[in-house]
């Protein structure tokens, strides 16, 4: 089991950029990894994912042109970098880790306790 801890977040204004971070309490080489949001009375959504060896990449789609996820094995951390930001981005963001790849977050076992990200017009 893995814990994983979000940091990064805050408040930002339209057009600005945030750098989430997501640290493990373990190797996390054997886990898919993933970005999802949730806004007060919205169902948590998918951002994006990356797998382990490949660093194969998903995004949803409306995001692709301004988020970029990356991670690094070897230090045990995922990022989640987000530019041109939008008041609707705003919303908490949760790192997720699991066995299984895809964009729906039952898939993903392990989470964080969420950050934060505030977008301002």
């Known amino acids: 089991q893995v814990q994983l801890v979000e940091s990064g977040g805050g408040l930002v204004q339209a057009g600005g950029s945030l750098r989430l971070s997501c640290a493990a309490s373990g190797p996390i080489d054997v886990y898919a990894m993933a970005w999802f949001r949730q806004a007060p009375g919205k169902e948590r959504e998918f951002v994006a994912s990356i797998l382990s060896n490949e660093g194969l990449t998903d995004y949803e789609d409306s995001l692709k042109d301004r988020f970029t996820i990356s991670r690094d094995n070897a230090k045990r951390t995922m990022v989640l970098e987000m530019n041109r930001l939008k008041p609707e981005d705003t919303a908490t963001y949760y790192c997720?880790?699991?066995?299984?790849?895809?964009?729906?977050?039952?898939?993903?076992?392990?989470w964080g306790q969420g950050t934060q990200v505030t977008v301002s017009s």
């Open positions: 997720a880790a699991g066995f299984r790849y895809g964009t729906t977050p039952n898939l993903y076992p392990y």
